[in-house]
């Protein structure tokens, strides 16, 4: 097989041919069966290692252009597979390794999972007068506020890092905050010494 596609950043057994990347973006889109963001997919695609950033973004105005995939009405942030790109993902996702659409379906898995999480779980930074930045932390259940909190820190830098860190696992704040008040103290102890 010949490798048309630039190389830069791909990871040990990712894609060095251009159409298999196309097949890879249409896979994926299948996969998620709903419009997924192109940033996310963009992300997801170079993050893995599966294909660089240019032959990516190359791939998705292609499969555009030949209306594989598309925009849904007035949104130019999310694509959709349409029925020729499904066809493109169930006849010709088979030239992908088992091992490429097996880390491409866990890492789609893994990334929705993600989005769901902060979207359920929102995080707020502004401005603090004064300096520094306040950080609203939310746990929902999908349909109410389970809790709200806000921290102060003195730097961005700082405030990203609180919001990585609570999107990794907001119930075990909210474990740890409710085990506090209420005053369960083996919780409260047992989640100091997962920290450290």
């Known amino acids: 097989m010949d490798y048309d596609a630039f190389t830069e950043g791909i990871a ?3 894609l060095r041919n251009r159409s298999d990347i196309g097949i890879l973006i249409c896979y994926i889109l299948d996969y998620v069966g709903k419009p997924f ?16 950033y240019f032959e990516t973004t190359s ?4 499969l555009i252009k030949n209306k594989n995939i ?5 949104n130019k942030r999310e694509l959709t597979i349409t029925s020729n790109g499904k066809l493109i993902a169930s006849q010709l996702n088979s030239s992908l390794s088992l091992m490429i659409r097996h880390r491409a379906a866990n890492a789609t898995a893994s990334l929705l999972l993600k989005r769901k999480i902060e ?18 932390l939310r746990i929902t259940d999908g349909l109410r506020d ?3 909190l806000t921290l102060f820190v003195p730097d961005i830098r700082e405030a990203n890092a609180v919001k990585r860190n609570f999107h990794k696992n907001p119930e075990r704040l909210y474990s ?18 997962e920290l450290l």
Do not use: C, W
């Open 37 to 52: 963001p192109k940033d996310d997919l963009i992300e997801l695609i170079q993050e893995n290692g599966f294909a660089n």
């Open 12 to 14: 040990p057994g990712g």
């Open 119 to 136: 979207h359920e779980n929102p995080v707020t930074i502004t401005r603090a007068d004064g300096g520094g930045y306040n950080i609203n």
């Open 70 to 74: 598309e925009y849904p009405k007035d």
């Open 146 to 148: 389970l809790m709200s």
């Open 176 to 193: 740890v905050v409710l085990a506090a008040v209420i005053g369960d103290k083996d919780i409260v102890k047992s989640a100091l010494e």
């Open 59 to 62: 791939a998705i105005s292609e």
